[in-house]
């Protein structure tokens, strides 16, 4: 099973206006589209989501062949599923804290 990296990563920030600011005029991140939930920033060629939460989670994002037979190989390594969008969209949690979606684009 390939995991292919998408360029997208999104982290749950706390100050959500004035973080927002930070990225955009102090690190010239290049603002897409913005709500009161979600701020899509890109710099480069990967896309950052700053989320208002105070969660503070950081989220990468891999593209698989299939979101079912992946599923099965991280729970098998000890990752845990903490959200499902759909059947082609899953949020998981790995043992280790680190936190990503996978999705499958077939």
């Keep these: 099973m390939k995991f292919e990296f998408s360029p997208h990563i999104a982290f749950q920030v706390k100050d959500y206006d004035k973080a927002v600011s930070f990225y955009k005029d102090v690190l010239g991140m290049e603002e897409i589209s913005s709500s009161a939930a979600e701020t899509h920033l890109k710099c480069g060629p990967i896309n950052f989501y700053a989320e208002n ?36 969209s899953v949020m998981f949690a790995d043992p280790y804290g680190m936190r990503f979606h996978i999705w499958e684009s077939n």
């Design 53 to 88: 939460s105070d969660g503070g989670f950081t989220f990468f994002e891999f593209k698989v062949e299939s979101v079912a037979k992946a599923g099965e190989i991280l729970e098998s390594h000890g990752c845990r599923v903490t959200h499902t969008y759909n059947e082609k």
